[in-house]
């Protein structure tokens, strides 16, 4: 999504994953504030590329940095995932 800028069938599939994972975290409220947490970054990814669409002149670093934020919060969340998982 940030290199596409604003595709709006691109923006309703990632919409439909996070909705997906909503559903999946809900029966496992250990990884609940690690879920939250891609949540807000992802909410704040969105509004940053739609900022920078509306604002051409906006610093693309910004949304880069948003962009890496959400990157974090995804590897923290699947780390508790991981660690969810039976040792083999």
Known sequence: MVRARFDPELYLRVSRRMDEMRLCAAALPSISVARVEVTIRHFELLHGIWKGVQHPEADPAEVQALHAELRTAVQR????????????
């Open 77 to 88: 969340l699947s780390r508790k995932c991981v660690q969810l998982m039976p040792a083999a």
